[in-house]
């Protein structure tokens, strides 16, 4: 008997509104199971609420208040994706979900939700690849390079505003056009401060000019992001963001797991560094329209860092992003507290929620609870008061039908994971990463020659040319000096001479002293002498070319 029949059989017992939600939930193609119907406080086995797999690319949303059971879903969600050949990828923060690669642990809470699911439960460890942003933390490192992380999103994570949003577009239009490669955060500041150099001007006048005031503040976020230690997440070998899409041999999808426990006190880097990655996999992947299974369903935890004081055109991008991404096979699920820290341009995108409780112990938490409600189906639970009774592990539910169409609402007491409900051991965390066959890829970072290099360089030549020419300018203008002393000299004695007669003693005496002066200034030692005292100023600029620079007394 299918799914759908038994449901079919045994909704005939239960009360008119759960008798239309058992018949919502009814599917005949691969789906997802995600747990039993709960109605008046009663949990029942026989109606399954499930998820159609070739709905899981039409996005959706986990949230609910800390401590509700959100990751305990994502990796419920995550295994049975990887069991019908889905690959995933989660964003681990906290460092509790890295167990999805160990098996879990038979016990009697196990075995007790399990019966009362109507679960078949055993213990089942999944492939993983682990991950971590530049290599802080246990995983491969991940890194991306500037140019391809973009001013929008560079902007969002150096916290500027929109005046210098625009001018970081025009530093990376310059750079690009020029064809200094933006590696790392030297590289940017490298341009950064040619372009408001007495030589790099010139640079932007046609395009627009690059404030001095703008340039330094930012110079100053990057200095202070580098400060950070964010400078180990950019540079090379960049990462492949098509390393996310693959299988495990045995069929199963690969399950990339992020460690961001080392740097979860850098909110704004990991939260636009997963937005980077899904832009990078929308620019690379290929139109696919609908497909029975998605290629990759990517959890976006902690999102409203996210969104929080982003410009708009960061937001523009990530409702754009989320938008189009459907056609090329991936889905999204957003991860967060409540909905209302997702944007309503982006929630409307959102086809499948799973809501776990809230708390109303103040009024602001009592308006969010409200708000919450609203954004769901009319439904015959008052959801303002479930939402507040729901225990760890349960969760009000809605996703779309096989064509599409929104379910009806559903309070649910979710499956246990099969896996490790917890940290995976540190040393065979430590065991998987070494044994990847994408360690040897990515782990040794490389700096190759690029903007920081080539600016350095030119500088260099420029100084250098510039130097040489002041020293022979100054060469020329000292012997120049040196032939009007010694013909002035000659021209005097010539006049004592004529002043002091044609024949006697005097006369003599004037042509032996113009004869004497001749043969001084023509003696090679007067020669070297002149040369050593008008070249004595060309030797000390151009000492430097020679690294031997001047001592100072």
Request: glycine share 10%.
């Amino acid at each position: 008997m299918s799914d759908s029949e038994s449901t079919a059989e045994n909704a005939g017992v239960l009360p008119e509104p759960a008798r239309e939600i058992a018949a919502g939930y009814a599917v005949s193609g691969a789906a997802l199971d995600l747990g039993a119907l709960l109605w008046d406080g009663i949990c029942l086995p026989d109606v399954q609420i499930r998820i159609p797999l070739a709905m899981l690319n039409r996005h959706g949303l986990v949230a609910g208040a800390t401590g509700t059971g959100k990751t305990k879903t994502l990796q419920l969600i995550a295994e049975q994706l990887s069991a019908n050949g889905v690959p995933v990828f989660l964003a681990d923060i906290k460092g509790d979900v890295s167990g999805i690669a160990a098996p879990g642990t038979p016990g009697e809470r196990v075995a007790e939700r399990a019966g009362q699911v109507g679960q078949e439960w055993r213990a089942e460890g999944f492939p993983c690849e682990f991950y971590a942003l530049g290599g802080i933390g246990p995983g491969i490192p991940l890194r991306a390079t500037v140019t391809s992380f973009g001013p929008v999103l560079l902007s969002k994570v150096l916290e500027l505003n929109q005046t210098q949003e625009q001018s970081l577009g025009l530093i990376f239009h310059y750079a690009d056009a020029k064809g200094l490669e933006l590696v790392d955060l030297k590289d940017l500041r490298a341009v950064v401060a040619f372009l408001v150099s007495d030589t790099g001007k010139a640079e932007l006048k046609g395009i627009g000019g690059l404030s001095t005031a703008t340039a330094g503040v930012i110079l100053r976020s990057i200095t202070a992001f580098e400060q950070q230690g964010a400078g180990d997440f950019f540079g090379e070998p960049e990462f492949d963001t098509a390393e996310l899409l693959r299988q495990a041999p045995d069929g199963r999808g690969l399950v990339s797991v992020l460690e961001l426990a080392a740097v979860q006190d850098k909110p704004q880097l990991f939260s636009t560094f997963l937005m980077w990655l899904l832009a990078d996999l929308f620019h690379d992947l290929p139109e696919v329209g609908d497909l029975d299974r998605p290629k990759l369903v990517f959890f976006f935890d902690e999102a409203h860092l996210l969104f929080d004081g982003a410009s708009k055109a960061f937001l523009e991008s990530i409702t754009r992003t989320v938008r189009l991404i459907r056609s090329k096979g991936i889905g999204i699920f957003f991860v967060t507290q409540t909905p209302r820290d997702v944007p309503a341009e982006v929630l409307a995108q959102l086809g499948n929620r799973v809501q776990h409780a809230l708390r109303a112990f103040t009024p602001d938490d009592a308006k969010a609870l409200r708000s919450t409600v609203k954004t769901f189906p009319n439904s015959p639970y008052d959801l303002e008061e479930l939402l507040t009774r729901l225990g760890i592990g349960e969760a009000v539910i809605t996703v779309l039908s096989e064509n599409g169409a929104p379910r009806p609402v559903a309070a649910t007491r979710l499956r246990a994971p099969r896996s490790l409900m917890g940290p995976c051991p540190a040393a065979e965390l430590d065991a998987a990463v070494k044994g990847s066959p994408l360690y040897g890829s990515y782990a040794q970072a490389v700096d190759r020659e690029s903007a920081y290099e080539k600016l350095s360089a030119g500088q260099e030549a420029e100084r250098r040319a510039a130097e040489a020419k002041t020293a022979a300018t100054a060469a020329r203008a000292a012997e120049a000096a040196d032939r009007a002393a010694v013909e002035e000299a000659v021209r005097g004695e010539r006049v004592r001479g004529r002043a002091g007669g044609g024949g006697g003693a005097g006369g003599k005496a004037a042509e032996e002293d113009a004869s004497l002066v001749e043969q001084v200034v023509r003696s090679g030692m007067f020669r070297s002498l002149a040369r050593s005292v008008g070249t004595q100023l060309g030797r000390e600029i151009s000492r430097s070319l020679f690294g031997t620079a001047r001592r100072r007394r």
